[in-house]
């Protein structure tokens, strides 16, 4: 069983210098900075960058891993969301061995 989501990003519309590609973002989903981003033979093509853009129809940038695998424009691609991600998202700790913290007041220092 895969511990993988696949979600689609957008279209391809730009390639900046060989080196990031401009996707506008057709899914309500906006990603963080760092997903992982492959192609429809899920080969890999880099990562996000922040998203930027207008509100209703955001960018995302993908700093790719190789030139060779730059995608054409008009190529749509897709993010990757692994379980420890969706976890993360949702607010839950990534251990459990942490205490919480006192949030009350502080004691004041015995002399």
């Known amino acids: ?3 993988k989501k696949y979600f689609p990003l957008g279209k391809v519309l730009h390639i900046v210098e060989n080196k990031e590609a401009i996707v506008r973002l057709n899914s309500k989903k906006i990603p963080k900075k760092g997903i992982l981003v ?3 033979e899920m080969k890999i093509i880099g990562k996000t960058t922040d998203p930027f853009g207008p509100v209703k129809a ?3 940038g993908i700093i790719l891993d190789t ?11 897709l993010g990757v969301e692994t379980a420890h991600q969706r976890s993360k998202s949702r ?7 942490k205490k919480p913290r006192d949030r009350g ?3 004041p220092n015995k002399k």
């Open 38 to 40: 492959v192609n429809e």
């Open 105 to 107: 007041r502080r004691k």
């Open 67 to 77: 030139p060779s695998r730059a995608p054409t424009p008009g190529e749509v691609v």
């Open 58 to 60: 955001p960018y995302v």
């Open 1 to 3: 069983m895969s511990n």
């Open 91 to 97: 607010g839950f700790r990534s251990s459990s061995k």
